[in-house]
């Protein structure tokens, strides 16, 4: 049970803390930004969100497809799919006991990647930008799940 403590308590648990924290903090922000595109945009996907549109005609005239909100939810949907193993790995990675210097590169590369991921998206900048940045994030992720099935590796 110490060596568990003394692996919370390492550098290299802090600094996976802080960045885990940044990349879920960035991808909470997602939900807020899709309300502000569905709000000014008056687009709704579902009949009671748009309880305070008027009468009924008008009402069933917001429930629609807007390209600007579905760019929001599918750069929240990639967030979800990234985010989520960057998380798990991570942790898992941050407990194999690595070097500070390599598990901060590891950390720093996903946040940029996912952040740069996000502004390509939502601006949108063009094609090779968006992919070249998740490529960066999902090698980072694939290279911290390689250290921890080499590390501890009971197959």
Known sequence: MAEVVHMIDSEVFMAFSTYATIVILKMMLMGPITSY??????????????ALGGPAEDRKKMIRVDPDVERVRRCHQNDL???????????????????????LLHFRLFVGS??????????????????????????????????????ALFL
Not at 128 to 147: D, E, H, I, K, Q
């Open 81 to 103: 799919e990234n985010i989520i193993p960057f998380v798990v790995i991570g942790l898992l990675y941050a407990l194999t006991g690595p070097d500070l210097s390599t598990a």
């Open 37 to 50: 595109h569905r709000l000014t945009k008056k687009v709704f996907s579902n009949m009671e969100d748009t």
């Open 114 to 151: 996912r952040c740069l991921h996000t502004v390509a998206y939502l601006l949108p900048l063009p094609q090779p930008s968006r992919a070249l940045a998740w490529m960066v994030g999902m090698v980072t992720t694939f290279s911290m799940a390689y250290r921890v099935l080499t590390t």
